[in-house]
């Protein structure tokens, strides 16, 4: 617990199109009232957030969760690792294009885009729907692996990572679907 007299760093961000104030101390996000950069939305909250129709692109446990980085720069997990393994099919998580389909640094990655902005990310995935391709949520739009899997951080199998975009901002893809680590939310000055 800080002391009265020491002051959290705040921290000014967007979070599915809400600017937010925030400050972080240890564990416990403190917040105007509303929500934590990167964090997810209260439960009783998320149905205003949640974009309407989003699934999973993968049906396995969450390996690995979202954790944003400090600053843009700085290390973090700007995703969520999905059990999957190879030659598993991955689904377009809400309607789409798909925008991007092939290697980046030589990972196989399939990104599709979405309204408001958001586009899915995923690695490795090799792509079964072509680019520029109008996709539906739980349309199969790659599969898990590829040639150059195993340079991705889940290896030659055993997980699909998935992220979610809007700009260049990283958002946590499980509060898209209402499963969002749950967090405290205070009114700043309390602690």
Do not use: N
Not at 35 to 60: E, I, K, Y
Not at 72 to 97: I, K, Q
């Amino acid at each position: 617990m800080r002391s009265p007299s020491t002051k959290a760093p705040e921290a000014r961000r967007t979070l599915l199109g809400r600017t937010v104030t925030a400050a972080v101390v240890g564990l416990l996000v403190v917040a105007d009232g509303t929500f934590a950069a990167g964090a997810a939305a209260p439960r009783a909250d998320l149905a205003a957030l949640q974009p309407p129709g989003w699934v999973r692109p993968a049906p396995g446990d969450v390996l690995r969760p979202f954790e944003p980085p400090a600053a843009r720069w700085s290390a973090g997990h700007r995703g969520v690792d999905l059990a999957a393994g190879p030659g598993e099919p991955v689904r377009s998580p809400a309607d789409g294009t798909v925008a991007f389909a092939g290697r980046v640094a030589g990972k196989p990655v399939v990104v599709v885009a979405h309204a408001g902005g958001l586009r899915s990310t995923f690695e490795p995935a090799t792509a079964t729907a072509p680019r520029g391709a109008g996709v539906r949520a739980g349309e199969m739009v790659a599969h898990v692996g590829g040639e150059g899997a195993a340079a991705s951080h889940c290896g030659t199998g055993g997980c699909l990572h998935w992220g979610v975009l809007r700009g260049e901002d990283y958002l946590d893809p499980m509060a898209l679907l209402g499963e969002g680590a749950p967090i405290v939310l205070l009114p700043l000055g309390v602690g």
